[in-house]
């Protein structure tokens, strides 16, 4: 036993007691006549005292040599500080040392372990275990272990039970984005990670569990971008015997649930948007409700006169931004070029100040009259003060075009704010989307996802219209669950694999095992599945996924502390049957 | 909502109640006037009637035409059965069917869905989603998600912090047992899957997260022996500032807390035996002792007479078979010829049959008198009635064909009782073994496990002496959990990395990380690692971990079900600049 107590366990109750402590050396303050060391662990930090009157000559010798990041072990009295600080837990107490024992020395640290550190984001990666001394990324693993811990406890409260599928399948037909893993016992043969546990899962049905649930490791082997990581955790979750409705109400059971006891809030029933209404609403399915700015569609009030550029486009749409009608020129215009950026792509940017007269200045005065903005005020619910902002153009971009310039917006204005909470779910999202440089139709969620009732039909005719039972969970401009009620009819599944493209010999090879289930007694199912990472770093006020991973890859799909992935010798190539074949890239 | 209760959830307090129910047909029973269903879930059976009185003809029709593992929803009233089901929850009721619908056909399952079913392995493993729904597999699902829901509260509850590590690494020298994954963005270069996370583990310990657990899956390519899977769960276990003490005493309070709430057994403190105890006692390092049966050796009582089998062996040693005396001649040569088969490898087997009188009547009778006979019976602690069971030879391989035949007597005798619980630690372990082939030492335990302190001096004079701060959980003849002290030191792990062969290069590309790490203040550290499958199925009272598990593989790595490994398509290889080089085997 190294240590009678933790760092942040000792308070004036434990005054006089005889203690052994044990942590890393966070700070050395040498006074001359006295020196204090500030000791720390997991727990906290507590101050050490030697000095000249009441500790030895050696001690204090030794008490002075320690460097930063040493482990020590030291023996002493809890003694009242003179002066306390507040600040800290212990802060009412310090520990006059007796004993003082190097566990194990330290180089000096490559950056401070500090809540702020020196240290760049590439050096923390490399030095990762260092990293995670500093009380940011430690706290940030002990909330997410808190969160899993309620989730678990809550699923299985309702009965869930958690299974582990296998992590050594078999590759799919979205197989370019499959790690695959090369068998030795079955030469020329590859298993392949799961992106997901969907076919499993849903066997689980077949199977008869009811109620399943995983907190389960994911793969995928895309070109990386930001916060995007190879390995990610997912919730998993189906049920049998359910409908879209009894889903939702389970799953906004947990969210709520998490929401309550990790957070400390209590959330209304979740509102429910439909896909459409979400686009046509903030021009986004995930969209942030924290705050309004919804658009106002103002073709009805802007096509009626001459201005070109309106008349030609599909939409003409606004928000009206709170305060906005302070902006300056200057301002606009910075704000017209943000809009013009590539990224954003907007041709340019219609702006009507809500002056709080009642009057309104445009920079389409030229073309339209004050009658004409009113109307334009109303469809945007602006008010004095506010500036309207109005993009138009093809109906699809310029809806996106508008929802980033919304976003951007919220975020000057702080209305983004990481500790309140705005969950939705969206719904009937399209069962297919289009290719569009192919003009094929994929699957939006998975070829498993069942057609809204009815719809089956609309496939051969007008298969963009056909809506899904699929759902997303969205929480502050975030989509961190999604699902969908699939289809267990062996019938439709084939129908469904048929008309996104798949021969019946693909659909066989890949999914003959799930369709031979379907067989056998499927019953109704449907499930959903949360992106962990995501969530928690939401719950956790952050945006940040790769803070609240342990040992993180970076956009490269490299882990730089490890020097992962390598080369591998021969002999384990020729075991496996494989040759490297890396072609010159011209 | 398919149903409003579930088909284990119906009670005589129920009786009037309009319910729906779904579920599978588990069978139908015709008597011409009235026709009964159970209808089966997760949560049990209940059974629907169907009468020529009280039903519709279209429905009873309907009825009839069910098969077996039809899926069906049924609306109706509970009402009370004329002959009720003690054996069955839901036994005092039955449900008047008043609507049927099939939500989903079966055809006929390839076997029996029953407790005992009629399907043999093979097409048990094809169609696991239908041999988890027999009440066998399902319940040990279920019992697996409440054991590790148990391991996490417990463990949560002492302060570990659940971390999740990853699965994407870097390949080990042990590399001929790593799966490795190609890397598409980084061509030519390969991850490979954890073995289990044992440097990520030390590295939370260096980054101060003091107590780690993680329930996790790992991987193993090796050739696989009776149930041993590919990939296989670990609860892995860290803790900063232990001694082995501290070690022993989190996780014997883990296991009694298990078996405790899970199986409602108090346990005692659980015995420890020093690893060479175990050899001595038990000619095993994992020892059954929910019986006696310990050697007694007897070198010393033997090998003054003329016998020289036992005068020219290493070790005589014996066991008292209890109630042995009365075997016949016949039962005795088909023991001997039991030792004598290739797998156990005994040249022959001397016994004494210890009579009710006092008596003793050996097959060394020529040799031994009663009185050396009697010293036997001491040294084995043998009681009149036993017989005593003796072999000779070298030592190690001897004790090892003795245990074998204690383990095979206990079978045969009805004394590996799998309710009984007889948990033990197993301690000091060597810290290498040596290599029969080549004469190398390598690490028993892991390169990282610490000698006992004082004892690094004779790894260079009589490494097979150096014992180790290592230990294992035994539990009813099984190792359940193996861990150790680690070294934190990195001059001590760089002599242990000299002696286990690496030359300096080796280890500072496989381990330069951790190596680096340990120059930042490691703490001192150890843990542990119990293999979940195995566990669960012992706490389960049975042996085979393939039925703890969803979906096993067999012992070629296959998983039949999905047909998997598999060959990919020459593009995916392409992409990941590969080509096969499959050897043909002369």
Redesign the interface.
Known sequence: ???SHTCGELRSSHIQTKVTL?G?VQKVRDKGFVVWVDL????GITQLVFDEERSSDKLITEARKLGR???IQVEGEVIERSSKNPQLNTGDIEILVSELQI?????L?PFTIEDETDGGVELRMK???????RNPI?NN??F??KV??EV??YL?EQGF???????????TPE??R????????????????PQSPQ??KQ??M??????YFQIV?C?R?E??RADRQ??F?QIDCEMA???Q??ILNAFEGLTRHLLKTIRGIETDKFPRLTYDDAMRTYGNDKPDIRFDMRFGELNAVSQHKDFQVFNSAELVVGIAVPGGASFTRKEIDALVDWVRRPQIGAKGMVYVKCNEDGSYKSSVDKFYDQDDLGKWAEATNAVPGDIICVLSGEAMSTRTQLSALRMEMAERLGLRNPSEFAPLWVVDFPLLEMDEETGDYHAMHHPFTSPKPGQLELLETDPGSVRANAYDLVLNGNEIGGGSIRI??KKIQATMFRHLGFSEKEAKEQF??LMD????????HGGIAFGLDRFVAILGGQETIRDF???P?NN????V?????????E?????????????KRG
């Not at 039970?161 to 590759?171: A, D, G, N, Q, R």
């Not at 289930?517 to 109704?524: M, N, R, T, V």
């Not at 502390?561 to 010798?569: E, S, Y």
């Not at 002999?571 to 072609?583: A, G, R």
């Open positions: 036993m190294f240590r044990s890393w720390r662990d997991r727990y990041e040493f482990v566990l194990n020395e330290a180089l640290p030095y990762r275990y260092l990293d995670i001394r430690k693993l002990i997410r272990s899993t811990m678990r406890k299985s039970i958690e299974v582990e599928t296998p992590y050594l399948i078999k590759s197989g370019a499959d790690f695959v893993v090369p068998s030795r016992m079955n030469a020329g043969q590859f298993y392949a990670l076919t499993f066997l689980l077949v199977g008869g569990l009811d109620k490791k793969f082997d070109d990386l190879p390995e955790t015997f359910v409908e409705e009894d267990h009819d003959g095992f289930a379907f067989q056998y007694g499927a019953p109704p991973i342990a040992f890859k490269s799909g490299r882990d502390m490890i020097d992962a992935p390598a080369r591998i010798d002999n384990q190539l020729k075991e496996l049957s494989l040759k490297l074949d890396i072609q």
